[in-house]
T-cell receptor, first 110, second 111 residues
Framework: KNEVEQSPQNLTAQEGEFITINCSYS?????LHWLQQHPGGGIVSLFM???GKKKHGRLIATINIQEKHSSLHITASHPRDSAVYIC????????????FGPGTSLSVIP | EPEVTQTPSHQVTQMGQEVILRCVPI?????FYWYRQILGQKVEFLVS????????KSEIFDDQFSVERPDGSNFTLKIRSTKLEDSAMYFC?????????FGEGSRLTVL
């Protein structure tokens, strides 16, 4: 069983739709990252969180430590949001190792 | 805005050759990392580096891999004798507060 799982694996949305990507993990964590991987391969950090909720522009990330679950929400989606979104966790038992999820491929259609 | 830079962007090499991938982390960052992504697969942690030494490494990071920070700015990943299965995108990242800042990646193709 993978330590970090994401759903859905692939997602197609119409421009303007509200999008939710889910992440569940099976290990105790000290932090969770949401990352965006562009079609060209580059990776950008969107959020790092260990509790509660964070918001940046149209993006919102939430985490429920007790349920070992996090969600990434995109409001008013736009074609430029098309990318792979990756959830990654820093295990409490590890000093530096980050465990990556398989990613969710999002395509936003105009 | 400060960024992590990686060179080369793409390298093609013959099996058995040595490869050095270079990274220039953000200047005030203290923690440095290498990750690998084989085509179509998820990103995997290779190694972390702090205070001029390896702080943690994964099972992937065997004796054919090494890292160093030779001059206080560059952070390098050396693969001594490349294998076909080393073909991947290699990402460098740096951090000061825990948030990861990634480079654009170096694509390594081993023939």
């Amino acid at each position: 069983k993978n330590e970090v799982e994401q759903s859905p694996q692939n997602l197609t949305a119409q421009e303007g739709e509200f999008i939710t990507i889910n992440c569940s993990y099976s290990v105790g964590i000290s932090a969770l990252h949401w990352l965006q991987q562009h079609p060209g391969g580059g990776i950008v950090s969107l959020f790092m969180l260990s509790s509660g909720k964070k918001k940046h522009g149209r993006l919102i990330a939430t985490i429920n430590i007790q349920e070992k679950h996090s969600s990434l929400h995109i409001t008013a989606s736009h074609p430029r949001d098309s990318a792979v979104y990756i959830c990654a966790v820093k295990s409490r038992t590890s000093y530096d190792k980050v465990i990556f999820g398989p990613g969710t491929s999002l395509s936003v259609i105009p | 805005e400060p960024e992590v830079t990686q060179t080369p962007s793409h390298q093609v090499t013959q099996m058995g050759q040595e490869v050095i991938l270079r990274c220039v982390p953000i200047s005030n960052h203290l923690y440095f990392y290498w990750y690998r992504q084989i085509l179509g697969q998820k990103v995997e942690f290779l190694v972390s580096f702090y205070n001029n030494e390896i702080s943690e490494k994964s099972e992937i990071f065997d004796d054919q891999f090494s890292v160093e920070r030779p001059d206080g700015s560059n952070f390098t990943l050396k693969i001594r004798s490349t294998k076909l299965e080393d073909s991947a995108m290699y990402f460098c990242a740096s951090s000061v507060t825990g948030e990861l800042f990634f480079g654009e990646g170096s694509r390594l193709t081993v023939l």
